[in-house]
């Protein structure tokens, strides 16, 4: 891919066929595995994007102040089509 946006593209075409559990897996794996730069940004970000498109409510793992907002690193799990921390 040539650029990060294609390569998001690319990917959140991917995902659109994993099911949710799929997509919780692979967000908890790539979590634990710190490295990747901004490959495992983007590749977490497509996750949950595709997430978001099957219906689910990630408003739990971000965290708005200051006008910004950052989404957590943390292991995530599902509960009543909302994406909540697996603390």
């Excluded at 990917?11 to 490959?39: A, C, H, K, M, P």
Aim: charged share 20%; with cysteine.
């Amino acid at each position: 891919m040539s650029t990060t946006i294609q390569f998001s593209h690319h990917l959140l075409e991917q995902f659109t066929s994993y099911s949710v559990s799929e997509l919780i897996i692979l967000n908890n794996d790539i979590v634990e595995n710190r490295g990747w730069g901004t490959e495992r940004s983007t590749f977490r970000n497509a996750i949950l994007k595709a997430l978001v498109k099957k219906g689910i409510d990630i408003s739990p793992i971000i965290t708005k102040e200051d006008g910004f907002s950052s989404i957590q690193i943390v292991k995530v799990k599902i509960e009543n089509n909302t994406l909540l921390p697996a603390c």
